[in-house]
């Protein structure tokens, strides 16, 4: 039901003008994802599920459709972010009118909704794999919506790379399993797990290879900081906040296939998990680019979720049940919470390059005067992203921690209890980068005064723009205070992947809501307090001088703006401690002379595996590849022969 | 329905936590063969700046303002979670630890903010070494309270520390002096004590935490403050729990035992900021490395 509204806005889509481009585009996209969020929370809350089956021209193949709990799960921050990224977008694509064709952009945007949803309900394997395939390339053609500049041209080459490769090893996966299956249909592939142990792992090795390079784990994630921060915002918002999350969701989706899970898979995720997570947030230390920051604290929180979910793996597989549940129910809130607060940073982000046009964070300064509001929010997204208590981001981690440390006091053996720390250590790690990160982040960009003209005059962006983010906003908050409420609403996602009864399964979840009502308990005593400070500070003032000044600045008498603490210096003593990882590159012209005039200093941090590992790999590629240059000169003659000798051999083959 | 002896430790936290700065000032004192300042001196600056007006820089915003007191809310949170000796906090639940250690997160966050709301270049500095030492101190802390969880079974502060006793002081008192050792560190790191930072300094280039309230004035000032006055609280309140173990069942026995224990802590802290010097600045991460080790040492301890 909610499908068929989906559908109807793709051809809404195709509008020529730009207004009417832009007024049915965002429009059916902001209707159909409403009309889909209905069933969605239907089925994630357990409902019951819809299946659809119908008939379908590609041979070997139907098309089958069907909302579970899970679908219904991911359907959720799907459709949510995808209708306020539309509304978004209408404000934000109205200064490239003039220059591009806004209907292209339009259409573009509502097929990767679409495709994307279609990818979460899918039930065959073709059909999965065409959605996934049509999600890559709209996406590719969104990340080039600026196409005359050159690095925006360079991202969108190095994303469709990555994704095919990606595609590849899922197409790999799939044939294998539908070899063994005998169809395409994901009902048929549960049998696959039966095979055998090798064939499972098998399976399971090129699901982590392909829909790992989707999510971003290290080191299949170079595309990621090209391609999020060339597209516009908004439709850095939805591939960040949820494309990204369809490779979590294949991932479950494949471990519901296979059978009970060996414990190596969860020690392989919480691995990747801890990695992903450690790495992707020293990376976002140390970047300049505002948009290229957040992309690589995207890859930061696919980790948590990864570890979360490599957690409850090995909680499945060793029959822990609290490890599994909580793990499990962590990762996959992360992935809802995720979507929420870096949707938000994303289209607080597009807010600060709509006003200033630069994404440079030692550009910029000084914005929480000129644009308050998106200031506040944005400070409600970083945060939640830092998972401090009050917000979503701490909910989702507290769960995954719980499961670690429950297992750490039960006194399980040193299988459980070494990944159990390696987490709690990483994810602690990872709090206290991400702290240093976003405090960066947002007190460079917004605080202190503007370090160049760009920021001098930003101004607020228009409602369009700004009730998106509010509403953002207000799920992150709303999550944070009432955990409660919303934890069980994983529950009846998790069972398929968790393999306990109903019973161990509520009554684990029962046990950590008692922990979440506290945290709610406690947010209301934080409240309590804060208001009572708020109102003693003001009665304290009413009646005293309160005057205003200059920083104190030892003495200095003309401070300039240039004389603040940049983003790069803020960063240093992080990457200079980190810089085996980092190799954060330094450009330094020193001072000379008694009367020193010009001096400088550059630093930039290029990700060590595009440096270190892909562009030797694919150079070496290419060169191996230019050798069959000699068969194909470029005259036509040759081609033609080419033709004839096929065509030659084929009839001698037929007649013989 | 509430136990009324929960409300022991955060009363006596609220109340007696200035007085710790004070312990520790008259401790630094007589090594220096001073007289020093009144035990209560924090009580007389904090009566004083509550009755001051205040000055803003021109640069600041709302965060500016907001930051001392969201930091203070904070701290003042993690109070009602934290025991006493073996006396347990009003709120205390399964994984309280987390909200401990985060909410403490909170109010660096909100505290490293204000600071680089001035716009300062010494703010910044402070604040980018905040967020350095205390992003490594996290894992010694996290590693520490695994250790604990670990050894009593328990996952929150107050059921932790109820659990240590005498007897288990017997049994494991290797990996609880490694634990205590590691808790100490990260105390003294967190509240910006020597060696790690010296709250006495005067040189704003080499400052860490104090160079962060620079520009803060007035009854601002007097909610940081308190606020480092509680968060020195907590975490020697968690650290005097694992190595006071005093459990009688009795909450006044205990608690006083506790107090005791705190006092003797501040006076240790005193001696140990005279008698020491700060680290280099660039030497603070190996401090804060080894007490994750030790914490570590302690874990293997544990689970062996």
Known sequence: MGLVALAGLVALAAGRSARWATILGAGGAVVGCALGLIPALEAALGGSTQVVRLPWAMPGATFHVEIDALSGFFLLPTLLLGGLAAVYGTEYLQSFREKKNLGVAWCCFNLLVVSMAIVIVARDGLLFLVAWESMALVSFFLVAFEHEKDEVRKAGWIYLIATHIGTAFLLVMFLLLARVAGSFDFDAFSQAGAVGPAFAGLIFVLGVVGFGTKAGFVPLHVWLPEAHPAAPSHVSAVMSGVMIKTGIYGLLRTLTLLGPPPSWWGWLLVGIGVSSGVLGVLFALAQHDLKRLLAYSSIEHMGIITLGLGLGLLGVSLGIPTLAVLGFAGGLLHVLNHALFKGLLFLGAGAVLHATGTRSIDHLGGLAKRMPTTSLLFLVGATAVCGLPLLNGFVSELLIYLGAFSSIAAGRTWVVLVPALIGVAGLALIGGLAAACFTKAFGMVFLGEARSHHAEHAHEPRLAMQAPMVILAACCVVIGLFPAVVVPVSAAAIMPLVRQSDNVLVTTLEHAGKSLWMISLAAGALVLVVAALVILRRRLLARRPVEETVTWDCGYARPTPRMQYTASSYAQPLTALFALVLRTRERLVSPQGIFPTASSLATETPDIFHRGLFAPLFAGVESVLCRLRVVQPGRVQIYVLYVVVTLLSLLAWKIG | MMDWTALLPPSAALVLAPLLLGIINRTKAVFGGRKGQPLLQHYFDLIKLLGKGATYSRTTTWVFRAGPILGLAAVFVVVLLTPLGGVSGPLSFTGDLLLFAYLLAQMRFFTVLAALDTGSSFEGMGSSREVLFSALAEPALFFGLAALARQTGSLSISGMLAEINTQSWLLHGPALALVASALLVVALAENARIPVDDPNTHLELTMIHEVMVLD?????????????????????????????????????????????????????????????????????????????????LALVLVVR
């Open chain 2, 216 to 296: 803060h004035g007035g009854p601002d000032l007097a909610f940081i403050f308190y606020g480092s006055a509680l968060k020195l609280w907590v975490l020697a309140a968690l650290l005097v729990g694992v190595v006071v173990p005093m459990r009688t069942g009795q909450a006044l026995l205990d608690a006083t035992a506790g107090l005791a224990g705190m006092f003797l802590l501040a006076v240790m802290i005193g001696v140990v900021e005279s008698i020491m010097a700060r680290v280099k600045l660039l030497r603070v991460p190996n401090l804060l490395v080894g007490a994750t080790a030790l914490a570590v």
